[in-house]
């Protein structure tokens, strides 16, 4: 049965003093917190600060004990859940894709459920899938189990987009995932965010993920709103000490200029090497098998670039072999300054470099683990 | 004893076991048929109003505990001679394990299936349809096996009480003391149940192969 | 009366044949479920055995043994085996191989001898499975031994069968009823020695 549309954009949602109690302890205490229309709002915190049980008292997952939450003025506890939810896109970390289901099932199961007819739904359906990167005709009947855990987690976007909501409420969406399909997973979803001009609520607790994608950050603590800001605000103008840390950068860049790329650099996991000889299509299966969205292409032993997941997606009929599609990418030496590596990758956008030895391996630089190693 | 082919072909045309197996299979689809719907609704059932379930299961489970042949025997004055009373023994041994899958099943749905579902605006009875009852499948499909065999067993009694099937080549066998023929009926007997509850278990351990479920690596 | 006197002789000889075939049923079942441990064809073997041939009905069962060992209380006691043995194997031998192995390596550690880890860790893990597999084969061969009658092990289906032959309802019932009530009985005195035998630390 189609339900009506609640609300076909996002002016404001507006929590007034919300509280939720678990027993004698509050989960979210005297919350009072303006979300704009079109900004995508992070919540982050320490675990039990209560941004899980924020998010889920804007979709009436949970009620409020006290206080009061309006999207565009109306009192969500006032509107009908089923039809409040299927106007709100919703993504966690772990996807819950429906295993009995295909992919196309998983995606066009609320339109199904809306009435829409076969052909409309499977427009959606394949509309979504090429937007996250996953080529219809090859995805739309296989099961989640068949998919790595990026491609589920793409399905997992597919489908909370997939009634076209003016608000997405996303728990930590790439939480599970190892840190290089993380950053390539953020890319593309910058992307799509700015594509898709939607309010986004997003929790995480990787700060790096928090400014990389933020308009405004909300810093929670022990069920309370500490902070909310632009990141700048947050930097340079922290209430408290628990702010300052969790924002702080410039301890992370302290040490910087004495550091080697051999400080930083992690070893070459055996899974990301490819071989050049292997062709297109083969390398997406070998790289969903292995779970990576990134593969180092090596040509009789020499470095012959990379290759990701999402350019070679689109492989068809031609085939072509890794060693001729593979992109160049930066090489830096042992004893080369972190600092310099790392500016490098930032202007041309790169977040994984190769490390050599002379003419040997001997690691790789990701931007994201050299932060997270540096804090 | 038998001696070759031939032989065991004109003892099989004598005692018309292919009259009664088809005889055997009829009562059997009918009786299973009967067992599954009202399984599957009483495992439903007792999963909308939890408050039953117990008392309800406990009730089917000593029916459980009644000797078959003293069930059927106390169904006659009931239901005279002939296919009702082994259709309805069958089907009363085979509510319960239908029943209790059914209910394990639908209870036992991983929560963030069911979380996910709430979140991206499934009704209760859109979960309930399109979520718990798929997800429910192996595990009712293993109930349902085991149905099968007690159906079987309950099935091959009815040659005890003119319901015809292979129970009366097995029952005329023994009071003649045939023994050929009792060979022959109770081998074909046992290995035809045996061939069923293989080829329910394949159905069986494909439905977990189909709906198994995927978790994230941590 | 002469019917009473029937009921509780059918009742006795139902009982005896019910408890020799479960006392042996248990000493083959335990001894083949702990052989097994050290054999991996003979698992391999008596699993799939008892697998199979529990999908086979018990009147092919009781059948199938009449051309080999004739009628009375012996070819009965053996075919109501068949069917009774195999959820006692079954259960101590999954009971028996559920054992947390960090428990045998730690047994092993301090120095206990095999006898000792079977006596001491293998057969407490295995026993509440064991109990319930010897309960269920209790009910189950109560309902077989009804059956049986059939091939003259005498027991209340003796007079079910008498009651078939001329369509007698009342014979029927005064078989009928105390194989019911019995089997009734069992299952509650199983699962009162059950609740009394069960270790401490497993009760909750």
């Known amino acids: 049965m189609p339900t009506q549309r609640l609300f076909e954009r996002i002016d404001s949602i507006e929590l007034q003093q919300v509280s939720k109690k678990y027993g004698s302890r509050y989960a979210v205490e005297s919350l009072d917190l303006t979300i704009e229309g079109g900004e995508l709002l992070i919540l982050i915190g320490p675990s039990g600060s209560g941004k899980t049980t924020t998010l889920r008292m804007i979709n009436r997952m949970i009620g409020p004990d006290t206080g009061s939450i309006r999207i565009n003025g109306q009192d969500v506890m006032q509107l009908d859940p089923v039809r409040l939810r299927r106007n709100m896109g919703y993504v966690i970390q772990n996807i819950g894709l429906f295993p009995h289901m295909t992919i196309g099932e998983n995606v066009g199961l609320v339109p199904k459920l809306e009435g829409w007819d076969e052909k409309r739904t499977n427009a959606r359906v394949r509309h979504l899938l090429d937007f996250v990167s996953l080529p219809p005709e090859r995805f739309i009947k296989r099961y989640p189990r068949q998919l790595s855990g990026g491609q589920q987690q793409r399905v997992g976007l597919a489908r909370a987009l997939v009634m076209d909501p003016p608000l997405l409420l996303m728990d930590e969406p790439f939480g599970a995932l190892d840190p290089i399909l993380r950053t390539q997973l953020q890319e593309e979803f910058l992307e799509i965010k700015k594509e898709i001009g939607r309010t986004i609520v997003f929790i995480t607790h990787d700060i790096e993920e928090a400014f990389r994608l933020g308009d405004r950050i909300a810093i929670m603590d022990n069920a309370r709103l500490v902070q909310v800001g632009a990141p700048e605000d947050l930097i340079f103008d922290p209430v408290n000490e628990l702010v300052a840390d969790i924002v702080d950068t410039k301890r992370k860049f302290k040490h910087m200029d004495t550091l080697n790329v051999k400080d930083l650099m992690t070893p070459l996991d055996a899974k990301y090497i490819l071989n050049g000889g292997v062709d297109a299509c083969d390398a997406v299966e070998i790289m969903k098998d292995r779970e990576i969205e990134i593969g180092i292409v090596f040509e009789k032993g020499m470095l012959a670039g990379k290759v990701e997941m999402v350019n070679l997606l689109k492989c068809e009929d031609d085939r072509p072999f890794l060693r001729d599609i593979a992109k160049p990418m930066k090489v830096f030496a042992l004893r080369d300054s972190v600092a310099t590596a790392l500016s490098e990758m930032k202007r041309s956008g790169e977040y994984v470099a190769m490390v050599m030895d002379g003419d040997t391996v001997g690691g790789m630089l990701v931007s994201d683990e050299v932060l997270l190693k540096l804090i | 004893m038998i001696e070759n082919f031939h032989e065991i072909m004109a003892l099989w045309d004598k005692h018309l076991l292919t009259m009664r197996t088809i005889e055997h299979l009829e009562m059997f689809s009918i009786a299973l048929t009967i067992s599954v719907i009202i399984g599957v609704s009483v495992g439903v059932i007792i999963y909308i109003r939890p408050g039953i379930a117990s008392p309800v299961l406990n009730f089917l489970n000593i029916l459980e505990t009644i000797p078959d042949l003293a069930l059927l025997v106390i169904l006659l004055p009931l239901l005279r001679l002939g296919t009702g009373p082994t259709i309805a023994a069958s089907v009363i041994y085979s509510i319960l394990p239908i029943a209790r899958n059914t209910y394990t099943g639908l209870k036992g749905v991983d929560s963030k299936y069911i979380y996910v579902a709430e979140a991206i605006g499934l009704s209760p009875r859109d979960i309930l349809l399109k979520v718990r009852i798929p997800m429910s499948l192996p595990l009712i499909a293993g109930g349902i096996r085991i149905a099968l065999v007690f159906t079987m067993g309950v099935v091959t009694l009815g040659g005890l009480v003119a319901a015809g099937g292979l129970g009366t080549v097995l029952q005329n066998g023994i009071q003649l003391y045939e023994k050929d023929a009792i060979l022959l009926a109770g081998l074909w007997t046992g290995i035809l149940a045996v061939i069923l509850d293989l080829g329910a278990g394949r159905i069986e351990k494909k439905l977990y192969k189909r709906y198994g479920t995927w978790q994230p690596q941590k | ?204």
């Open chain 3, 1 to 204: 009366m002469a019917a009473t006197e029937m009921i509780l002789n059918a009742t006795w000889e139902h009982i005896v044949l019910v408890y020799t075939t479960l006392l042996a049923s248990i000493l083959v079942a335990v001894p083949l479920a702990f052989a097994s441990l050290y054999s991996q064809r003979l698992a391999s073997v008596v699993m799939s055995f008892a697998n199979l041939v529990q999908a086979v009905p018990s009147f092919a069962v009781i059948a199938i043994v009449v051309p080999f060992l004739g009628i009375g209380f012996v070819p009965a006691l053996i075919a109501i085996m068949l069917r009774a043995l195999l959820p006692i194997i079954r259960n101590t031998y999954i009971g028996l191989t559920n054992v947390d192995p960090a428990q045998i390596d730690y047994a092993n550690g301090i120095g206990l001898s095999e006898w000792q880890i079977q006596r001491y860790i293998r057969f407490p893990n295995a026993y509440p499975a064991m109990f319930a597999g010897i309960k269920f084969s209790a009910i189950l061969a109560n309902s077989i031994a009804v059956l049986t009658a059939f091939i003259g092990s005498g027991g209340l289906g003796e007079i079910i069968f008498q009651g078939l032959i001329g369509y007698n309802t009342e014979k029927l019932l005064l078989g009928a009823i105390p194989a019911i009530v019995l089997a009734l009985l069992i299952d509650l005195s199983f699962t009162l020695l059950e609740k009394k035998l069960t270790p401490g630390y497993i009760k909750q």
